[in-house]
C-alpha cells in the first residue's frame, strides 16, 4: 500500500514538472516572434511527417493567456511528442553501442573467452531493454495526454455554453429592463397629452 501511494505521488511530481516545463516553454517561445511564426509553420510539417492524427493538432496564439484550453493541452501534446524522437535514437544508440563492445571482443584475445562475450552481451542487452523501456513509458505518458482531450474538450465546451446562457439571461433581463422603460415612457407620453388636452378644454370653456 505504502509502495503504491509511494509510486503515485512520484508519477505526481512528475507530471506537475512536466507541466511546469511545458509553461516555461510556452513563454519561451512567445519571447520571439520569429521563433513563433517557424514553430506554427513547423507543426504542419511535424504532424505529416510523424503521422499524427490531424485533430491533435494545436491552433497556437501568439498570447498564450488567450489560447483555448483544449488548443492549450494540444500545444503539451505536441511538446511532449519531441522528446519521442531522442528517445527513439536512444534505442539505435544502444543497439550501436552493444554492438561495438562485441566487436571489440572479437578483435582483441578477449573474444575467446565465454565469459567475457556473454557478460557483454547481457550488457549490450540491457542498455536496449533501457531504452527500450523508457520509449515505452513515454508513448503510454503521450496516450494518456490523448486520452484526456475528450475530457477538456468536453469541460471546455460546457464552459463556453454556460457563459453564452449566461450572456443570454443578462442579455434578455436587459431587453426586459429597456422593454419597461420604453413601455412606461410610451405611457407617460400617452398621458401626459391627454391632460394637457383636459386643461385646454377648461381653458374653452
Known amino acids: 500500500m505504502i509502495r503504491h501511494y509511494s509510486m503515485e505521488g512520484a508519477r505526481f511530481r512528475a507530471e506537475l514538472g512536466s507541466w511546469n516545463l511545458f509553461r516555461d516553454y510556452q513563454q519561451d517561445v512567445r519571447r520571439d516572434l520569429r521563433i513563433f511564426f517557424k514553430i506554427q509553420k513547423h507543426i504542419d ?5 510523424n503521422c499524427i492524427n490531424g485533430d491533435l493538432k494545436p491552433q497556437l496564439n501568439i ?18 511528442h519531441q522528446m519521442r524522437g531522442p528517445k ?8 550501436k553501442q552493444a554492438r561495438s563492445l562485441l566487436d571489440e571482443l572479437e578483435a582483441t584475445a578477449l573474444g575467446g573467452s565465454l565469459t567475457a562475450f ?9 542498455w536496449v531493454d533501457m531504452a ?3 520509449l515505452e513509458k513515454w508513448d503510454q505518458w503521450l496516450e494518456w495526454i490523448t486520452r484526456q482531450l475528450p475530457i477538456i474538450t468536453l469541460e471546455y465546451t460546457s464552459s463556453v455554453t454556460m457563459r453564452g446562457e449566461g450572456a443570454q439571461e443578462v442579455s434578455s433581463h436587459q431587453s426586459g429592463l429597456a422593454s419597461n ?6 405611457t407617460s407620453s400617452r398621458i401626459v397629452p391627454s391632460r394637457n388636452r383636459r386643461q385646454e378644454r377648461q381653458y374653452e370653456q
Open 132 to 134: 527500450m523501456n523508457d
Open 118 to 126: 556473454t557478460d557483454a552481451m547481457y550488457s549490450g542487452k540491457r
Open 45 to 49: 510539417t511535424y504532424w505529416q511527417r
Open 181 to 186: 422603460v420604453r413601455t412606461q415612457s410610451f
Open 63 to 80: 498570447k498564450s493567456q488567450m489560447q483555448t484550453k483544449v488548443d492549450e493541452w494540444k500545444e503539451f501534446f505536441f511538446c511532449q
Open 88 to 95: 527513439a535514437l536512444d534505442i539505435l544508440k544502444a543497439r
